[in-house]
């Protein structure tokens, strides 16, 4: 794929950019190398006033970095301004409580026979980020606020259909007054991830993106032995039972399915309702789906903007198709409008069967898939039935049903009577083919820390006993 910026609501070619060469590349590691054994050297003040810098910048900048992300990859200029402002305060929470999160953490000197003893969490070097395009500021955002507070030296390889964005971070960091080469973007293709990944200078990887692009990162660093950070892909449940707000929860239901155009990993995308309701909150969906926008990404009455790519509509076409040659029924949407663009309508199917690819594989798109369930066992079954695992969402004002839902849905995140949504203060991750490791809070934070072991002896030649000995 070349990297190019193409306007998904017309097709067209805007700019296109030049690979790295082999010797630019080479540069840019060594480069990385030499900028983190300085860096790491840094105080954390110093981080955090680049880091309250780089948060002004991008404030008083949010309306043209998000008209940037919109010719990039269509989402609504509304939605990418938010997404500007939520990167700002990202800035601001790590350059607020890195300090705290990084903290020498004491433990029981006299269990262990010191004078002292503590973990010290201390930065890895530089890593390498590997982006998608559909959140392309803050993706890469949640990733290096952290990773560069914590003394780590970030290597960006964004998505090739967003480089305008990409090389927007890099500057971004410079001129916020982080040393030159602390975080660098790097113009290559896919081919290139594995001799990057492993280059003996880059020590550890963090892949936002599909679950094939997972496995092929993490047996890639296994090989290495490098650690890495996987958020990979979903295909979140969404729970309604009979105690829900049934409006409220259609409403939400709308949006949590359509927001950034249906090309969220965790929007929800299988709406589980009991029987009991579930007549009531068809027609509420139906209503609240159809009644989206579709249009211009720079209209501010619009909804929903096109797909970044023309294949990713055309996947989602194909699942639409598939389902209905299956015996799936079309409630809402269903088919593309003529015209410029890779636009598809918000769309909700029912009658969903194991027989269809939908119902195991991830449709990145404006379409939702609705079931019915007798009860609140068979809810939980099949809201666990997929290899995914990244978020969840559970709708119930019964506090019994809560803890269920909280204990025994599988998943990362569970958010109960409301979005699922990511914040600086939660950790952010899933489980089974949705990945591993976890982004933002402190386990983001120390993601890529090395946890050093320190015991200071008393002086009087003391040693572990026999019995704690290796």
């Known amino acids: 794929m070349a990297i190019a910026t193409t306007d998904p609501t017309t097709g067209q070619v805007v700019e296109q950019f030049d690979e790295l060469t082999a010797q630019e590349l080479e540069d840019r590691l060594a480069r990385a190398s030499a900028a983190f054994v300085q860096y ?35 989402k609504t200029v509304k939605a990418a301004k938010a997404e500007v402002g939520k990167c700002a305060a990202a800035c601001r929470f ?3 409580h890195a300090a705290s999160m990084l903290a020498d953490e004491p433990v029981d000197a006299g269990a262990v026979k010191a004078a002292q003893a503590y973990v010290r969490w201390q930065p890895l070097g530089p890593v390498l980020a590997v982006m998608p395009w559909n959140f392309p ?49 790097l113009l290559i293709g896919s081919g290139m991830v594995e ?10 990887a963090t892949l936002t993106g599909s679950t094939p692009a997972g496995r ?13 950070v996987l958020e990979l892909g979903g295909s979140d449940p969404f729970v309604v039972m009979p105690s829900a707000d049934l409006e409220r929860a259609a409403e939400v239901a709308a949006t949590a399915r359509c927001q950034n155009n249906g090309q969220s990993c965790i929007a929800a995308k299988r709406f589980i309702v009991h029987e009991q309701v579930a007549d ?26 096109p797909l970044a790519t023309e294949q990713g ?5 194909e699942l639409v198709e598939d389902a209905v040659d299956h015996g799936a029924v079309v409630l809402v949407g269903g088919q593309r409008a003529d015209g410029p663009g890779w636009f598809y309508p918000p769309t909700l199917l029912t009658g969903i069967t194991k027989d269809m690819r939908m119902y195991s594989e991830e449709v990145f798109g404006p379409v939702a898939q609705l079931h019915r369930v007798p009860d609140l066992d068979a809810a939980i079954a099949l809201a666990n039935d997929s290899e995914f695992g990244l978020g969840s969402n559970a709708w119930t004002d019964d506090p019994a049903e809560q803890e269920r839902f909280a204990d025994e849905l599988q998943a990362g995140m569970v958010f109960i009577n409301g979005m699922t949504a990511s ?32 015991w200071v002896g008393t002086g009087d030649g003391g040693r572990p006993t026999t019995a704690h000995a290796e």
């Open 40 to 74: 790491r050297r840094t105080s954390l003040e110093q981080r955090a006033g680049w880091m309250r810098a780089a948060a002004d910048l991008l404030e008083a900048e949010a309306q043209a970095t998000a008209e940037m992300m919109t010719l990039e990859m269509g």
């Open 94 to 96: 790590y350059a607020e």
């Open 137 to 185: 500021l803050w993706q890469a955002m949640r990733f290096a606020a952290p990773a560069l507070m914590a003394g780590n030296v970030g290597l960006l390889k964004h998505a090739s259909n967003v480089p305008r964005t990409a090389l927007y971070m890099e500057d971004l960091f410079r001129r916020a007054g982080f040393p030159a080469d602390v975080f660098q973007t």
């Open 195 to 204: 001799q990057v990944l492993r280059d003996d200078r880059v020590v550890a």
């Open 216 to 228: 092929s990162v993490a047996s890639i660093a296994g090989d290495a032995l490098k650690p890495t």
């Open 280 to 305: 009531e909150f068809e027609q509420l969906f139906a209503k609240a789906m159809a009644a989206l926008v579709v249009g211009d990404p720079r209209d501010d009455q619009t909804d929903v903007g």
């Open 313 to 317: 509509r055309v996947d989602v076409e």
């Open 423 to 454: 914040y600086p203060e939660l950790p952010f991750g899933g489980i089974k083919t949705s990945g591993y490791g976890r982004e933002l809070s402190d386990l983001g934070m120390r993601a890529f820390c090395s946890a050093k072991t320190v």
